[in-house]
């Protein structure tokens, strides 16, 4: 329904075309790859592979697509790691359709557009976590244990130990559970 009804709302807009849709991440690559579109909007959160997911292959394939964010996740955690990912748009999914349609118009024209609360507040509390230490912390929050990660991330059951330990400090969490579930608040997972 929202995917619907935000593909309405952008083909109001007399200088904008919806040139397609998906449902999923997977769906939306495809997409990509054959329409080739200025500019993708998409979620964080979606089956197959993320918003961040995409922007990141969207970069590594060096197609000239431009990523916009619309999100719930009001959190600088995914802002940074989506900026990282090589997203030029970050908004949040209250704000009004044309705000959309100016970060659209702003990204289109090779610009930035961050909502700006959420921009204020990324420069406060930096993500302590490396690539490696959030990817394990990511798998044990899922319930995996050691020897599984361990196997998922080719790495041996020491590393793995000293990766989630290292999470934990970091983090002031007392366990790998507790890491994890204040690593996804933060939006750093």
């Given at each position: ?9 952008l083909g109001?807009?007399p200088?904008?075309d919806?040139v397609?849709?998906a ?10 790859c054959?329409?080739?579109p200025?500019?993708l909007?998409?979620d964080i959160?979606m089956p197959?592979?993320t918003?961040l ?12 697509t ?8 009001a959190?600088?955690?995914y ?5 990282d990912a090589?997203v030029?748009?970050?908004?949040l999914?209250d704000a009004p ?5 100016d970060a659209?118009?702003t990204?289109?024209?090779g610009?930035?557009?961050v909502d700006?609360?959420l921009a204020?507040d990324?420069?406060g ?6 690539e ?8 044990a929050g899922?319930?995996?244990?050691n020897?599984?990660i ?5 790495l041996?059951e020491?590393t793995?130990?000293n990766?989630?330990?290292e999470?934990?400090?970091k983090?002031g ?8 579930r204040?690593a ?6």
């Amino acid at each position: 329904m929202v995917l619907g009804a935000l593909g309405t709302l952008l083909g109001l807009e007399p200088d904008l075309d919806v040139v397609g849709s998906a449902a999923d991440g997977e769906d939306a690559l495809r997409l990509i790859c054959s329409l080739r579109p200025d500019v993708l909007v998409t979620d964080i959160e979606m089956p197959g592979r993320t918003g961040l997911d995409l922007a990141a292959e969207i970069r590594r394939r060096g197609l000239p697509t431009r990523v916009v964010i619309l999100t719930t996740f009001a959190r600088t955690g995914y802002l940074r790691r989506a900026l990282d990912a090589g997203v030029s748009g970050y908004l949040l999914k209250d704000a009004p359709s044309a705000t959309l349609a100016d970060a659209i118009r702003t990204v289109h024209g090779g610009g930035r557009a961050v909502d700006p609360a959420l921009a204020a507040d990324a420069w406060g509390e930096p993500d302590p976590l490396t690539e490696r230490e959030r990817q394990v912390l990511h798998l044990a929050g899922d319930g995996l244990g050691n020897a599984d990660i361990s196997a998922s991330l080719h790495l041996s059951e020491g590393t793995v130990r000293n990766y989630l330990s290292e999470a934990m400090r970091k983090l002031g969490a007392p366990n790998r559970t507790a890491a994890a579930r204040l690593a996804r608040e933060r939006g750093w997972l």
